[in-house]
């Protein structure tokens, strides 16, 4: 009797201790489909957040727009660069006068590439007016040298960093119709045209004739305008009247196809810019959306933490935030110098950078 109820309890507890194992090993396994599929699952929860278009948008009225004058750029390459080159995709870099090093490093890296993937691209640099005119000497000397430099008449500061990406619509507007798709850079971002032109080809193959309307970026959501009248970011209640701003593509990097960057550059003249300017990725959403345009999310492309560096992760990302000029060029030698990433190597790598860039956020450092 005694020895058959101890059978009977040790039979229990072994089930149990089973049980445990099953569980830890069903959420071990999970965890690691999560860490694997962290992109996947990435865009399926912002595509559940992302608000839904309410109606029809209005058709922009393009009849009172007056085309873009070759008189608003102070310096700009020949105005028959994309007749000549026909590039598929133009990547235009928001760039500072002083930021010189910057731009180097750029050319020397991503933006030095013409021929990505059997595609065409080119890479310019859009700046303002330096209010020290030593500076404004050296980038006519820069512009000689190198002539991928455009200059906007605005004086470039913080406060004006909208109307840079506004002449960089109405610039891709009007010499650069022949690109497919126009991408918008900072110039602090590590970026990868060849992984974004993978993900155009396998996402949006279509012939010539039927280009889509395309804003694709890293997706902010319901972001709500700041009417504290101490903050940087500042927006007066008349500048903005609604409790959100519509999706929009973080500033970093975005990309806009063609007739996309029609319409929206079409939206945005003809909207009335008041004192303080909205941020410039928020007013590219708006126009965007007032075009009837919906921003598509890409798990691809860095927001706000940095994410830290692996080489199978950076392989694979098309943006990159918070690059040092130094550090561009060397992720770039050592991405480009070795081997493409297994699939394996790929899932393993992105999921670890894309965790780390997360707990990073929520710590409030870099990992
Ligand atoms: C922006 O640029 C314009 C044109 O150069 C200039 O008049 C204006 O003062 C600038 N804004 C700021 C805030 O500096």
Aim: glycine share 8%.
């Amino acid at each position: 009797m005694v020895g058959y109820r101890y059978r009977v309890c040790k039979g229990r507890v072994g089930k149990q201790v089973r049980v445990g194992h099953y569980f830890l090993m069903i959420a071990f396994c999970l965890s690691l489909l999560a860490l694997l599929f962290i992109d996947v699952i990435e865009s399926w929860v912002t595509c559940l957040g992302m608000s839904r278009p309410e109606g029809p948008q209005g058709a922009v009225l393009t009849q009172s727009i007056q085309p873009t004058r070759s008189e608003e750029f102070l310096l700009m390459p020949s105005s028959h660069v994309c007749q000549r080159a026909k590039p598929y995709l133009v990547t235009l870099v928001a760039s500072s006068p002083a930021n010189k090093k910057a731009r180097h490093a750029i050319r020397d890296t991503w933006g030095g590439e013409v021929q990505v993937r059997g595609h065409r691209v080119m890479t310019l640099f859009m700046v303002g007016q330096p209010s020290d005119p030593v500076l404004g000497k050296e980038l006519i000397e820069e512009s000689k040298e190198h002539g991928d430099l455009i200059q906007g008449r605005f004086t470039d500061n913080y406060a004006n960093l909208t109307m840079k990406t506004l002449a960089m619509l109405g610039w891709a507007r009007r010499f650069c119709p022949q690109a497919r798709f126009l991408a918008k850079v900072d110039d602090d971002v590590m970026f990868n045209p060849s992984a974004l032109l993978q993900h155009l080809d396998l996402s949006y193959k279509t012939s010539e004739d039927e280009l889509v309307d395309l804003y694709l970026g890293r997706v902010h959501m319901q972001v709500a305008p700041d009417h504290n009248p101490h903050s940087k970011h500042f927006i007066s209640k008349s500048t903005y009247t609604g409790t959100f701003f519509p999706d929009y593509c973080s500033g970093t990097a975005y990309v806009l196809s063609r007739p996309a960057v029609l319409k929206v550059s079409l939206a945005a003249a003809t909207m009335t810019l008041t004192r303080p300017l909205l941020p410039e990725d928020v007013l590219v959403g708006i126009c965007a959306h007032r075009a009837g345009i919906i921003p598509t999310h890409s798990p691809l492309f860095s927001g706000g933490p940095a994410v830290p560096y692996g080489r199978c992760c950076y392989q694979t990302m098309v943006s990159v935030h918070h690059t040092k000029p130094a550090d561009m060029l060397h992720y770039w030698t050592e991405v480009h110098s070795t081997a493409p990433c297994s699939w394996l190597g790929v899932r393993t790598s992105l999921g670890v950078c894309k965790v780390r860039a997360l707990l990073g956020r929520l710590l409030g450092k870099s990992l």
